[in-house]
Structures are given as structure tokens and as C-alpha cells.
């Protein structure tokens, strides 16, 4: 079936329900994926998932629906379903309309040739050669490797309307090392295609990582230095806190710290960030949001100054601003089931402008501190700022030398402050989910040991 056909029929269908405003989107993905237990391939899977997610407006009230898409009746009856959900709700004095049509500002193809003719045979031979790269004395207790080819549409009742295909890349392997008092790692991989995904450095980096934990001593007391985080670790905080910030609903509802800061400093002249929602390198890249706005490669963060916060076309609405562009039902991770899942409004792709030194560099600058290999959960509290994470891996550093690893420690700080105080960037880019950052260090955090 044609998707931009059955999302433009659905549509109408709405409004033939009552709707005075409908809109469609239908998502079809393929799915093929690897799994890894205990060193050995455990199971191959392959799924085709297909359905659509409808939403309708009747006279100021809003009903969702969605369905997985196999004949006409679940087209028909997900419309009829949108459309008495919506009778049924309250009056919204906010949303009114749907985005209108436009022209796509920029363009993008991911499609990648590898994962599109991608077999299980192939899966197969890079997990292995994952595991066999990981050498005798390391073993990958679980792992996985996913790709999948989306096709998604989406058509409403004011003529927006787009078509686009994407591919996806995933996979995520821990290690740990044989014997007594293990040591653990885990290393991940997001990407629209396969070229970047290299098995044997991949397995080297499994096994470095597991023994360096391996080897490592249980900090002691309290230090206040800089900490260098990689690129995986800083994305995750920098979704959790900028993220947040940057989202317009956050604003209008008062929980972004970032409400009124727009054109004024939030960090020092180091943080330089950017959407790049046309970047071939990332899954979530594309010409439309998900909701059939274009999107558009747009300063956020300029040597430290505050240039914009992002809006979906419900919050635009609220605040009297233009939709930006950003509004996301996808995930970098897994591609099914899509239609089932609700927006936010994110960056695309989060990317922070490289700099032009070395983690080497970095590290070599280092007075006192440690350059974090693995964070137990790097998460930050997105209202404060605020963070207390266990290092499980940690490099400690001295005079600009690596004396050792250490782990058993909190990095404790406050996100918001530490963009005032970064005093490095590095140039190893990476696709982390949907950012594309380098390492970063920060001056003046705290690391706290036992006593």
C-alpha cells in the first residue's frame, strides 16, 4: 500500500467523521536484529511492523487514536475512533489548527545502501566478530545489533503532506572480564548506516574498557578539578539538561531555567550548539518533523549566548511563536511501533561544534582530575541542573599524567554552571542517540570518595 495515499484517505475519512481538523500519520519498518548472550548468538529476528496514528479537532477539543495497519477497516476505524475520543474531551483554548503545507527548506537522504540489503547472515558475522574481537580473557554477556528501514507519511487537512525513508543503526554490547571481582564495559553505536560500525575496534574497545575497570581502586576522600566526559556520557546529560531547557513547553509552563534567557549567556564561549537536522550521519535526520513542519539547521547555544528555544505546532500556538521544526515521535534505537508513541520536542540532531584538541590534549592540561570512561547513569535533573552520578571507570589524572583507574566515586555537580566553566573541547566527534558531540572537559566539578 501506498502510504502517502492511505495518509491523505485517512485524513479525509476524519473529516467525513466530523472532524473539522484531521491529520494522519502512517509509519511501515523493517527490522532486522541480533541478539548476544553470554558470548554466543542467541537469536535472530526479523519484523515488519506497519500502522498509523490519527488525530482529529472538533470544535476546540483533540482525540489521538492509533492502530497497527493491515486493511482499510483499521484505517476507517482509527479515524472514526480519533474523532469520538475527541467529542469526548475538554475544550482546549490553545491548539487550533494543524501546520499548513511547506516547502522543505533543506535536504537529506538517509537511506544507506548497507543497512537497506542487510541480511541476518550479515548481523550475524558482525556480532561475532564483535565478540571474537574481545578477546579470551573478556567475555560480552549481552549484545545486540539492530537495523531497520522506515518509511513514514504523514498528510492533514490543511495540506501538509511529506513522504520520506530513513535508515537506522543500533547496537549495544557490554563486556566483563573472566574471574573473580570482574571489571565491566559497554560500548554503544548510533547511526543512520553500518560504514562506521567497525567489529574489531569495537571488541578492543570491550575489552580495554572491562579490564581498566578491572584494575581500578576505590577513590578516596574529595576532589575538586576538571573531569573530561566522552561523548556517550555528555549526550546523555546534555539531553537531560539542554534538552529540557530548550523545550518550548518547558518555557511557557515554567520549568525551563532557560524561560527567559534567550540572547543572553548560559555558558561560557566554548558551548556552541547547533540542530543539524540534515546530517546523513544520524537516524533521526530529515526534511520534515514528524508532524510536517520542515526543519532547519539552526544556532541554539553560540559562544555561550542563548539564540532560541524549540516549539511543536501545539506550544507555538500557546506562546503566539512559529513552529520550529522539532517535534518527534521517532527514537534512534528502535524503530517499531512509532505510530503508538506521543511527540516531544528535541533537537533533532543536538550537535556542539568541535574543538580542535585531542582527549590527549585535554588530558594533559589536567592539574587534578579524571577523564570518565563509564557513568553508572548519566542523568541530570533538566529544573537544576543538578547531578550526582556514580563513576563506575575513570581515568585519575595528576600534573597532566594518568596515575591509574579509579572507580566507586560521585561526580557531583551542577550541569547549568559547569557550561560556564568548560575548559575544553575535543575534535573525536560522535553520533550519541540523536546528538553528534565531542569530548568535553569542565572545569571545577567535585569527585567524592569514601572516607
Known sequence: ????????????????????????????????????????????????????SVRALVNGRMGQSSSTLYTNRDLEECGAKAVALAKLSRPDPFFKRFPGFSQPIGHVDVRQAEVVEATTADLRAKVEGIVK????????????????????????????????????????????????????????????????LDPHAMGERLCRKAKDAQSATHFK?????????????????????????????????????????????????????????????SALSCRYD????????????????????????????????????????????????LYRRGGVTLPVNLAWKAG????????????????????AAPDVNGVTGGFALEVRSARLVRGGAVEGHVDQCLLVGNFYQALRSVGAVGNDVAVHRNCIVPSVRFDGLEIVGGA
Not at 306 to 324: E, F, W
Request: glycine share 10%.
Open 290 to 337: 514528524d508532524e510536517g513542519v520542515p526543519t532547519r539547521e539552526r544556532p541554539l547555544v553560540e559562544r555561550g549566548v542563548l539564540k532560541t528555544l524549540l516549539y511543536d505546532s501545539y506550544h507555538a500556538q500557546m506562546g503566539n511563536v512559529a513552529p520550529t521544526g522539532n517535534y518527534l515521535r521517532r527514537d534512534p534505537s528502535d524503530a517499531l511501533n
Open 356 to 375: 580542535g584538541k585531542s582527549v590527549e590534549d585535554m588530558t594533559s592540561e589536567i592539574e587534578e582530575g579524571v577523564v570518565v570512561e563509564r557513568l
Open 133 to 196: 574481537a574481545a578477546g579470551e580473557e573478556v567475555k560480552v554477556p549481552r549484545g545486540l545489533l539492530r537495523v531497520a528501514v522506515t518509511e513514514r507519511a504523514l498528510a492533514n487537512s490543511n495540506g501538509a503532506a511529506f513522504r520520506e525513508l530513513g535508515t537506522m543503526a543500533y547496537a549495544h554490547f557490554t563486556s566483563m572480564t573472566k574471574g573473580a571481582d570482574p571489571g565491566e564495559g559497554c560500548e554503544s553505536y548510533y547511526s543512520s548506516g553500518l560504514e562506521a
Open 221 to 281: 576522600g574529595r576532589m575538586t578539578g576538571s573531569v573530561i566526559l566522552p561523548p556517550g556520557e555528555l549526550a546523555e546529560m546534555l539531553l537531560a539538561a539542554v534538552g529540557h531547557s530548550l523545550d518550548g513547553e518547558n518555557a511557557l509552563r515554567k520549568r525551563s531555567p532557560w524561560a527567559e534567557q534567550v540572547g543572553k549567556e548560559v555558558g561560557n564561549q566554548l558551548v556552541n550548539l547547533q540542530d543539524l537536522p540534515w546530517d546523513p550521519r
Open 1 to 52: 500500500m501506498d502510504l502517502e495515499r492511505i495518509s491523505k484517505r485517512t485524513a479525509h475519512k476524519a473529516l467525513e467523521e466530523g472532524a473539522k481538523e484531521a491529520e494522519a500519520y502512517v509509519v511501515r519498518v523493517r527490522s532486522l536484529t541480533a541478539y548476544i548472550d553470554d558470548d554466543r548468538v542467541k537469536n535472530m529476528e526479523e519484523k515488519l511492523d506497519q500502522g498509523i
